[in-house]
């Protein structure tokens, strides 16, 4: 595979591609923690019920 080479503060680092999508992966992971983090306790912008319907879903297709 190819390597990734990535520059930092003016070093250049050069990172195995296979690690490099392991760490994509885990900063994904870590901004989305971040985001329920942020939101938790917010009153929600839209209802379940609302996404699903806009899917042409109803939570008995969720249960089926």
């Keep these: 595979m190819i390597d990734v080479e990535y ?4 070093r250049k680092v050069i990172i195995p591609a296979e690690e490099w999508e392991a760490l994509k992966d885990l900063a ?3 901004e989305i923690y971040e985001l329920i983090q942020q939101r938790k306790g917010r ?3 839209h209802g379940l019920d609302e ?12 249960e089926g």
Excluded: P, T, V
Excluded at 51 to 62: H, K
């Design 7 to 10: 520059i930092d503060g003016g």
């Design 28 to 30: 994904e992971h870590a």
């Design 51 to 62: 996404i699903l319907a806009e899917e042409g879903l109803s939570r008995a297709d969720l």
């Design 43 to 45: 009153a929600a912008i």
